[in-house]
């Protein structure tokens, strides 16, 4: 472990770049440190490579051939690319666009899913321990605790989208990866999920894809602005919506592209 | 311009209500001729009948039900293993790959290879190796006609169920992958299960042409009009019968022939039926 250093950061980029196609940076050198129990928003125009940076976090890119990632990740001071890809994504549970629960399987089945997966085994009364914490976690154990056994796709959007972020917790995460987890969900439950969120960052530090400006407001202690893979700000929300260093991120911020 | 269009419709509609009446007339043909037969000996003594004697004029159905149906289950049950692995290969591992296209160009190709083709060779190569093997005396037999069979089998099911697994949306593999699961169990755990209706379905649509493949099984089964007491022996299926006695048959034993095709009609189609009928609750 020569580099576990505790810096006081969970997570730390250094100059990370990400290229689908050789030469072409989707992510272009992007540096910074992420400390622990806080929410990171990370904005920025479509296409500009918001979600690229956090599959890079939980080395998702790997799956794909062709893609290639560069530069260093430390999580809790330890270098991603020499740990185990399996352990990189469970200590960095990931939460997609779109609600994603596992259609074959029932409620309490997807909260195991990522111990299933594992192939860890619990007994019975881990398993309920597990379902119980992970859904009230997510606020979602009232809603659904009679009906367990049922498929998780039967629930409405957000309640899926809470029970994909019951499941990634259950693995008992460092970092929650969120990638836009409210953009196809309604205003309800869109606030269901950001008050959700709040919480979350007592036990969790978040990272949040998001192109909605006033979430981000709400909900984000920092803030990143990502303009054609490079990372152009980062700071605290509050410093960016009330007096951001670039230009970039004035405009974008006040609407004028994006 | 709307002339040409009403022509146009006009055309196409004859041509579909052609089809209908055609096959009404097919299932009408089957069942008049099938008429005697069913008067002579009632349908469920016919199915249930082991005899089929030219001389008393006395048929029964059952050693070709049971040949039919043991051989389809043989063949899909040989068929299962390759074409599930085939079918990952395509769909999954080597998903656009270049050696995967390369499978899948070989796989259409034995699609499209004419069964008598798969007949000689089951006959001149496969049975001697069956003999050499002691697996058989002749060779002939429900075995050496089942794993033709399943050859001819596994390029339906496997193309078929590689589309199902490759249609697995992209969004639960990631899903499963970033909660830590290798490559294997995904495949177990999310591909598979999530295809599975589809994979079901494609085996099912393959089974269905085991049961009425007619010009190779009947050149490798041996002909003998018994229920087959084991793999080696020899036996027919519905197809085949009627294949090996249709020309020399008359009166009531040609009314016996009609019967067994019109079976034959409505399992195949029942079969296909189920199959689509799956993959259309697969696709909603
Ligand atoms: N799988 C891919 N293959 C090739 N290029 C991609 C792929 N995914 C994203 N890109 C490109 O990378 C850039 C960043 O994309 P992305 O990270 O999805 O942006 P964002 O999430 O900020 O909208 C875009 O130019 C996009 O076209
Ligand atoms: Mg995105």
Redesign the pocket.
């Known amino acids: 472990m020569e580099n576990t250093i505790n810096t006081g950061y969970i997570l730390e980029l250094k100059e990370v770049s990400v290229s689908?196609?050789p030469g072409k940076y989707?992510v272009d050198k992007v540096n910074a440190r992420i400390a622990p129990n806080t929410v990171t928003a990370i904005m920025?125009p479509?296409?500009?490579?918001?979600?690229?940076?956090l599959h890079a976090i939980n080395r998702l890119h790997e799956l794909?051939p062709g893609?290639s990632t560069t530069g260093e990740i430390l999580l809790k001071g330890e270098n991603i690319f020499r740990m185990n890809p399996m352990k990189v994504r469970r200590l960095a549970g990931m939460v997609f666009q779109r609600p994603n629960p596992f259609p074959t399987m029932s409620i309490s089945g997807n909260v195991l899913a990522g111990y299933k997966l594992n192939n860890i085994s619990l007994n019975k009364k881990e398993k309920g321990l597990i379902v119980e914490r992970s859904l009230r976690s997510v606020n979602l154990w009232d809603e659904v605790k009679d009906v367990l056994n049922k498929k998780g796709t039967f629930l409405s959007g957000g309640q899926q989208q809470r029970l994909c972020i019951a499941r990634a917790l259950a693995l008992k995460p460092e970092l929650l990866l969120m990638?836009e987890p409210t953009s196809a969900l309604d205003p309800i439950s869109t606030s269901r999920i950001e008050d959700l969120i709040l919480e979350l960052k007592k036990e969790y530090t978040i990272i949040i894809?998001t192109h909605n400006m006033s979430q981000a407001a709400r909900i984000s202690d920092n803030a990143m602005f990502?303009y054609l893979?490079k990372l152009v700000e980062y700071g605290t929300t509050r410093q960016m919506f009330t007096k951001p260093e670039n230009k970039r991120t004035e405009d974008y911020l006040t609407g004028s592209f994006g | 311009m709307a002339k040409m269009d009403k022509l146009l419709r006009g055309i196409l509609l004859t041509a579909a209500c052609f089809i209908i009446v055609l096959t009404a007339g097919i299932v009408y043909g089957l069942v008049s001729q099938s008429w005697d037969a069913f008067a002579s000996f009632g349908f469920f003594r016919f199915i249930a009948s082991t005899e089929w004697d030219s001389r008393n004029d006395i048929y029964g159905a059952l050693p070709f039900i049971a040949g039919t149906v043991m051989t389809a289950v043989l063949a899909i049950l040989f068929c299962i293993p390759f074409s599930l692995s085939v079918s990952l290969f395509n769909g999954e591992y080597f998903r656009n790959k270049k050696l995967s296209l390369f499978v899948s160009s070989v796989v259409d190709l034995l699609a499209g290879v004419p069964s008598i083709v798969f007949g000689l060779w089951g006959f001149y190569t496969l049975r001697p190796v069956l003999v050499d093997l002691g697996l058989s005396q002749q060779g002939f037999g429900v075995l050496l006609a089942s794993i033709v069979l399943a050859v001819m089998i596994i390029p339906y099911a496997s193309s078929l169920s590689a589309e199902f697994i490759a249609m697995v949306p992209n969004d639960l593999k990631e899903g499963a992958y970033s909660l830590g699961a290798t490559n294997l169990e995904v495949i177990q755990r999310v591909s598979l299960p999530v295809a599975g209706s589809g994979i079901f379905a494609s085996y099912i649509l393959a089974f269905g042409r085991a049961l009425g493949e007619t010009m190779a099984v009947t050149m490798l089964i041996g002909n003998t009009n018994n229920i087959p007491r084991n793999l080696a022996d020899t036996g027919n299926t519905m197809a085949s019968i009627i294949a090996n006695q249709f020309g020399e048959a008359g009166g009531l034993k040609l009314s016996a022939l009609m019967v067994i095709g019109l079976l034959l009609f409505f399992i195949t189609a029942s079969v296909n039926f189920i199959a689509k009928y799956i993959m259309k609750l697969v696709n909603r």
Do not use: E, R
Not at chain 1, 46 to 53: I, P
């Open positions: 689908y196609t989707a920025g479509s296409g500009c490579g918001k979600s690229t940076l794909y893609i990638d894809v990502m893979g």
